[in-house]
Protein backbone atom coordinates (compact mmCIF):
# COMPACT_ATOMS: atom_id res chain seq x y z
CA UNK A 1 0.00 0.00 0.00
CA UNK A 2 2.51 2.41 -0.94
CA UNK A 3 2.12 6.06 -0.65
CA UNK A 4 -1.08 5.79 1.69
CA UNK A 5 -1.78 8.85 3.28
CA UNK A 6 -3.18 9.15 6.27
CA UNK A 7 -6.65 11.99 6.03
CA UNK A 8 -4.30 14.86 7.23
CA UNK A 9 -5.72 17.18 5.82
CA UNK A 10 -9.09 18.69 4.77
CA UNK A 11 -10.85 18.28 1.50
CA UNK A 12 -9.45 21.62 0.21
CA UNK A 13 -5.97 20.17 1.02
CA UNK A 14 -5.79 22.77 4.23
CA UNK A 15 -3.25 21.18 6.68
CA UNK A 16 -5.51 20.43 9.61
CA UNK A 17 -7.88 17.78 10.99
CA UNK A 18 -10.22 18.68 8.23
CA UNK A 19 -13.78 17.17 8.70
CA UNK A 20 -13.06 13.86 8.09
CA UNK A 21 -10.32 12.56 10.91
CA UNK A 22 -7.24 11.67 10.33
CA UNK A 23 -7.98 7.65 10.21
CA UNK A 24 -5.43 6.45 12.24
CA UNK A 25 -7.17 3.21 13.41
CA UNK A 26 -8.19 1.69 9.28
CA UNK A 27 -4.42 2.90 8.68
CA UNK A 28 -3.38 0.55 11.86
CA UNK A 29 -5.72 -2.37 10.46
CA UNK A 30 -5.10 -2.27 6.85
CA UNK A 31 -0.97 -2.06 7.18
CA UNK A 32 -0.81 -4.63 9.93
CA UNK A 33 -2.71 -7.05 7.42
CA UNK A 34 0.86 -6.18 4.91
CA UNK A 35 2.69 -6.54 7.26
CA UNK A 36 2.13 -10.00 7.80
CA UNK A 37 2.01 -10.68 4.49
CA UNK A 38 -1.69 -10.28 3.51
CA UNK A 39 -3.20 -7.95 1.46
CA UNK A 40 -4.84 -4.39 2.41
CA UNK A 41 -8.10 -5.92 1.20
CA UNK A 42 -8.21 -8.60 3.63
CA UNK A 43 -8.34 -6.76 6.50
CA UNK A 44 -10.59 -4.33 4.98
CA UNK A 45 -13.82 -5.26 6.60
CA UNK A 46 -11.94 -4.98 10.24
CA UNK A 47 -10.43 -1.53 9.11
CA UNK A 48 -14.27 -0.20 8.39
CA UNK A 49 -15.27 -1.30 11.36
CA UNK A 50 -12.85 -0.07 13.63
CA UNK A 51 -13.70 3.32 11.97
CA UNK A 52 -17.09 2.82 12.63
CA UNK A 53 -16.77 2.27 16.09
CA UNK A 54 -14.46 5.59 16.48
CA UNK A 55 -17.12 7.64 14.90
CA UNK A 56 -19.96 6.25 16.86
CA UNK A 57 -17.63 7.10 20.15
CA UNK A 58 -17.49 10.36 18.98
CA UNK A 59 -20.64 10.92 18.31
CA UNK A 60 -21.26 9.84 21.71
CA UNK A 61 -18.60 11.25 23.22
CA UNK A 62 -19.82 14.66 22.28
CA UNK A 63 -23.37 14.45 24.00
CA UNK A 64 -21.79 13.23 27.53
CA UNK A 65 -19.51 15.71 27.37
CA UNK A 66 -21.89 18.90 25.77
CA UNK A 67 -18.69 19.63 23.52
CA UNK A 68 -20.12 21.68 20.53
CA UNK A 69 -17.35 21.35 17.94
CA UNK A 70 -15.49 18.23 16.31
CA UNK A 71 -13.19 18.35 13.03
CA UNK A 72 -14.22 22.01 12.82
CA UNK A 73 -17.68 21.75 12.25
CA UNK A 74 -20.66 21.87 15.27
CA UNK A 75 -20.90 18.20 16.72
CA UNK A 76 -23.97 16.28 15.47
CA UNK A 77 -26.03 16.67 18.72
CA UNK A 78 -25.51 20.81 18.27
CA UNK A 79 -26.88 20.46 15.00
CA UNK A 80 -29.44 18.17 14.94
CA UNK A 81 -30.29 16.87 18.88
CA UNK A 82 -29.43 14.74 21.15
CA UNK A 83 -31.98 12.18 20.28
CA UNK A 84 -30.84 11.95 16.39
CA UNK A 85 -27.19 11.90 17.52
CA UNK A 86 -27.56 9.80 20.27
CA UNK A 87 -29.25 7.61 17.28
CA UNK A 88 -27.00 8.56 14.33
CA UNK A 89 -24.73 7.02 16.74
CA UNK A 90 -26.12 3.82 17.44
CA UNK A 91 -27.05 3.21 13.63
CA UNK A 92 -22.54 3.58 13.09
CA UNK A 93 -22.43 1.25 15.39
CA UNK A 94 -24.52 -1.16 13.64
CA UNK A 95 -23.23 -0.91 10.48
CA UNK A 96 -20.09 -1.88 12.34
CA UNK A 97 -20.93 -5.36 13.51
CA UNK A 98 -22.44 -5.69 9.80
CA UNK A 99 -19.19 -4.90 8.20
CA UNK A 100 -17.66 -8.12 9.88
CA UNK A 101 -20.45 -10.63 8.33
CA UNK A 102 -17.75 -11.88 5.85
CA UNK A 103 -15.32 -11.96 8.47
CA UNK A 104 -17.04 -13.36 11.44
CA UNK A 105 -13.28 -14.92 13.26
CA UNK A 106 -12.75 -10.74 13.50
CA UNK A 107 -16.38 -10.34 15.62
CA UNK A 108 -14.82 -11.14 19.10
CA UNK A 109 -11.78 -8.39 18.69
CA UNK A 110 -14.48 -5.52 17.90
CA UNK A 111 -16.52 -6.88 21.03
CA UNK A 112 -13.55 -7.16 23.32
CA UNK A 113 -12.49 -3.14 21.91
CA UNK A 114 -16.08 -1.71 22.84
CA UNK A 115 -16.52 -3.35 26.46
CA UNK A 116 -12.67 -2.07 27.05
CA UNK A 117 -14.11 1.82 25.19
CA UNK A 118 -16.62 1.74 27.21
CA UNK A 119 -14.65 0.74 30.47
CA UNK A 120 -12.52 3.19 29.56
CA UNK A 121 -14.94 6.11 29.31
CA UNK A 122 -16.80 5.28 32.83
CA UNK A 123 -13.56 5.33 34.24
CA UNK A 124 -12.79 8.60 32.52
CA UNK A 125 -16.12 10.55 33.90
CA UNK A 126 -15.86 8.78 37.17
CA UNK A 127 -12.58 10.72 37.47
CA UNK A 128 -14.35 13.74 37.53
CA UNK A 129 -16.07 13.76 40.32
CA UNK A 130 -12.76 12.92 41.99
CA UNK A 131 -10.95 15.56 44.02
CA UNK A 132 -7.41 17.06 42.37
CA UNK A 133 -5.48 16.53 45.59
CA UNK A 134 -5.76 14.32 48.48
CA UNK A 135 -6.12 10.44 49.47
CA UNK A 136 -9.23 9.84 46.47
CA UNK A 137 -7.43 11.77 43.96
CA UNK A 138 -6.29 10.33 40.27
CA UNK A 139 -3.46 8.41 39.90
CA UNK A 140 -0.66 7.83 36.86
CA UNK A 141 -1.40 4.44 37.22
CA UNK A 142 -4.92 4.78 37.12
CA UNK A 143 -5.05 7.25 34.31
CA UNK A 144 -2.59 4.85 32.17
CA UNK A 145 -5.26 2.11 32.56
CA UNK A 146 -8.60 4.18 32.01
CA UNK A 147 -6.18 5.65 28.64
CA UNK A 148 -5.61 1.90 27.41
CA UNK A 149 -8.64 1.09 27.52
CA UNK A 150 -10.92 4.21 26.43
CA UNK A 151 -8.60 4.89 23.36
CA UNK A 152 -6.41 1.93 23.45
CA UNK A 153 -9.37 -0.85 23.16
CA UNK A 154 -9.95 0.01 19.21
CA UNK A 155 -6.27 0.42 18.43
CA UNK A 156 -5.45 -2.65 19.96
CA UNK A 157 -8.72 -4.15 18.14
CA UNK A 158 -7.27 -2.54 14.78
CA UNK A 159 -3.57 -4.05 15.22
CA UNK A 160 -4.92 -7.33 16.26
CA UNK A 161 -7.65 -7.50 13.51
CA UNK A 162 -5.29 -6.80 10.85
CA UNK A 163 -2.93 -9.78 11.13
CA UNK A 164 -5.55 -11.79 11.99
CA UNK A 165 -7.48 -11.19 9.11
CA UNK A 166 -4.12 -10.72 7.09
CA UNK A 167 -3.14 -14.71 7.95
CA UNK A 168 -1.36 -14.17 10.86
CA UNK A 169 -3.99 -14.30 13.88
CA UNK A 170 -1.14 -15.99 16.23
CA UNK A 171 0.14 -12.53 16.60
CA UNK A 172 -2.91 -11.28 17.23
CA UNK A 173 -2.44 -10.77 20.97
CA UNK A 174 0.81 -9.28 20.73
CA UNK A 175 -0.71 -6.77 18.94
CA UNK A 176 -2.92 -5.87 20.89
CA UNK A 177 -0.91 -5.31 23.23
CA UNK A 178 1.04 -2.80 21.35
CA UNK A 179 -2.22 -0.79 20.59
CA UNK A 180 -3.29 -0.69 24.07
CA UNK A 181 0.17 1.23 24.80
CA UNK A 182 -0.48 3.02 21.28
CA UNK A 183 -3.54 4.25 22.48
CA UNK A 184 -2.15 5.68 25.64
CA UNK A 185 0.90 7.06 23.65
CA UNK A 186 -2.39 8.83 22.02
CA UNK A 187 -4.46 9.83 25.18
CA UNK A 188 -1.15 11.53 26.29
CA UNK A 189 -0.80 13.69 23.25
CA UNK A 190 -4.85 14.16 23.02
CA UNK A 191 -4.79 15.75 26.36
CA UNK A 192 -1.88 17.95 25.57
CA UNK A 193 -3.54 19.08 21.99
CA UNK A 194 -6.05 19.89 24.71
CA UNK A 195 -4.22 22.63 26.69
CA UNK A 196 -1.11 23.76 24.04
CA UNK A 197 -3.00 23.15 20.76
CA UNK A 198 -4.16 25.12 17.79
CA UNK A 199 -7.78 25.07 17.76
CA UNK A 200 -7.62 26.46 14.32
CA UNK A 201 -5.50 22.97 13.63
CA UNK A 202 -7.45 20.66 15.78
CA UNK A 203 -10.72 21.62 15.15
CA UNK A 204 -11.86 22.04 18.88
CA UNK A 205 -11.65 24.43 21.46
CA UNK A 206 -8.67 24.72 23.74
CA UNK A 207 -9.18 24.14 27.41
CA UNK A 208 -12.48 22.48 27.74
CA UNK A 209 -10.78 19.41 29.64
CA UNK A 210 -9.74 21.75 31.92
CA UNK A 211 -12.79 23.85 32.58
CA UNK A 212 -14.59 20.31 33.04
CA UNK A 213 -12.27 18.94 35.70
CA UNK A 214 -11.34 16.35 33.01
CA UNK A 215 -8.20 14.29 35.15
CA UNK A 216 -5.85 14.98 32.28
CA UNK A 217 -2.35 13.41 32.16
CA UNK A 218 -0.14 16.51 32.32
CA UNK A 219 -2.33 18.37 35.07
CA UNK A 220 -2.04 15.13 37.04
CA UNK A 221 2.16 15.08 36.87
CA UNK A 222 2.38 18.70 37.29
CA UNK A 223 -0.07 18.71 40.67
CA UNK A 224 2.28 15.84 42.30
CA UNK A 225 5.16 18.01 40.98
CA UNK A 226 5.87 19.84 44.95
CA UNK A 227 6.87 23.10 43.54
CA UNK A 228 5.41 26.41 43.89
CA UNK A 229 3.73 26.50 40.43
CA UNK A 230 2.22 22.95 41.36
CA UNK A 231 0.50 24.61 44.64
CA UNK A 232 -1.02 27.47 42.96
CA UNK A 233 -2.44 25.62 40.39
CA UNK A 234 -3.98 23.10 43.12
CA UNK A 235 -5.50 26.26 44.48
CA UNK A 236 -6.48 27.30 41.19
CA UNK A 237 -7.93 24.19 40.38
CA UNK A 238 -9.97 23.64 43.41
CA UNK A 239 -11.96 27.11 43.46
CA UNK A 240 -13.04 25.71 40.21
CA UNK A 241 -15.11 28.12 37.87
CA UNK A 242 -12.50 29.37 36.04
CA UNK A 243 -12.96 32.36 33.09
CA UNK A 244 -10.98 32.01 30.26
CA UNK A 245 -7.80 34.39 31.76
CA UNK A 246 -7.32 31.83 34.47
CA UNK A 247 -7.60 28.80 32.31
CA UNK A 248 -4.55 30.45 30.25
CA UNK A 249 -2.90 31.06 33.96
CA UNK A 250 -3.61 27.36 34.90
CA UNK A 251 -2.25 26.22 31.34
CA UNK A 252 1.16 28.42 32.14
CA UNK A 253 1.32 26.85 35.68
CA UNK A 254 0.77 23.05 34.46
CA UNK A 255 4.07 24.14 32.28
CA UNK A 256 5.62 25.61 35.00
CA UNK A 257 5.34 22.85 37.28
CA UNK A 258 6.69 20.40 34.15
CA UNK A 259 3.49 18.41 33.31
CA UNK A 260 4.19 19.06 30.02
CA UNK A 261 7.49 18.23 29.67
CA UNK A 262 7.02 14.82 31.92
CA UNK A 263 3.63 14.20 29.96
CA UNK A 264 5.62 13.73 26.48
CA UNK A 265 8.32 11.89 27.89
CA UNK A 266 5.48 9.43 29.40
CA UNK A 267 4.55 9.47 25.90
CA UNK A 268 7.89 8.51 24.56
CA UNK A 269 8.12 6.08 26.52
CA UNK A 270 4.78 4.13 25.97
CA UNK A 271 5.85 4.58 22.29
CA UNK A 272 9.23 2.66 23.02
CA UNK A 273 6.96 -0.31 24.14
CA UNK A 274 5.53 0.23 20.77
CA UNK A 275 8.08 0.03 18.70
CA UNK A 276 9.79 -2.32 20.34
CA UNK A 277 6.93 -4.87 19.69
CA UNK A 278 6.86 -3.53 16.08
CA UNK A 279 10.63 -4.51 15.88
CA UNK A 280 10.38 -8.07 17.48
CA UNK A 281 7.12 -9.22 15.62
CA UNK A 282 7.24 -7.09 12.15
CA UNK A 283 10.60 -5.47 12.15
CA UNK A 284 9.70 -4.55 8.00
CA UNK A 285 6.15 -2.94 8.79
CA UNK A 286 8.31 0.66 7.84
CA UNK A 287 4.45 2.22 7.34
CA UNK A 288 3.22 0.69 10.00
CA UNK A 289 5.70 2.48 12.37
CA UNK A 290 5.65 5.36 10.27
CA UNK A 291 1.64 5.75 11.23
CA UNK A 292 2.54 4.95 15.22
CA UNK A 293 5.08 7.04 14.64
CA UNK A 294 2.76 10.14 13.80
CA UNK A 295 0.84 9.94 16.77
CA UNK A 296 2.92 11.32 19.05
CA UNK A 297 4.30 13.91 16.31
CA UNK A 298 0.88 15.26 15.53
CA UNK A 299 -0.67 18.82 15.88
CA UNK A 300 -4.44 17.58 15.34
C1 LIG B 1 -18.29 4.82 24.70
C2 LIG B 1 -17.73 6.15 24.41
C3 LIG B 1 -18.68 7.26 24.21
C4 LIG B 1 -16.40 6.27 24.35
C5 LIG B 1 -15.69 7.53 24.02
C6 LIG B 1 -14.24 7.22 23.86
C7 LIG B 1 -13.47 8.37 23.32
C8 LIG B 1 -14.17 9.54 22.70
C9 LIG B 1 -12.16 8.33 23.37
C10 LIG B 1 -11.31 9.43 22.82
C11 LIG B 1 -10.34 8.87 21.87
C12 LIG B 1 -9.67 9.94 21.05
C13 LIG B 1 -8.30 10.33 21.44
C14 LIG B 1 -10.32 10.49 20.03
C15 LIG B 1 -9.72 11.37 19.02
O1 LIG B 1 -9.33 10.52 17.97
P1 LIG B 1 -8.68 11.05 16.63
O2 LIG B 1 -7.70 12.13 16.96
O3 LIG B 1 -8.19 9.90 15.86
O4 LIG B 1 -9.92 11.72 15.91
P2 LIG B 1 -10.15 11.93 14.34
O5 LIG B 1 -10.82 10.69 13.84
O6 LIG B 1 -11.06 13.11 14.29
O7 LIG B 1 -8.82 12.17 13.69
New binding site residues.
Given amino acids: MAGFALGWSDADGRPG ?1 GDR ?2 A ?1 RPAVALLSAEAVGGTAESALPGAVAVELV ?1 AF ?2 V ?2 DI ?1 DHDEWR ?1 HREALWKAYGVGPALLAGDALLALAVGQLAARPEAIPYLSAALVE ?2 QG ?1 TADMAFESRPWRGPDEVTVEEYTDMAAG ?2 GGLLGAAAAMGVALGGAPQLADRLWGMGRDLGVA ?2 IV ?1 DMLGIWGDPAVTGKPVYSDLRREKKTLPVLVALAAGVPAARELSALLTEGDMDEDSLRHAAGLVEEAGGRDAARCLADRYMSSVLEVLDRHLPDAEELRAVCDSVVNRVH
Avoid: A, E, M, P
Fill in positions: NGKVHSLHDIRLVQKTFQD
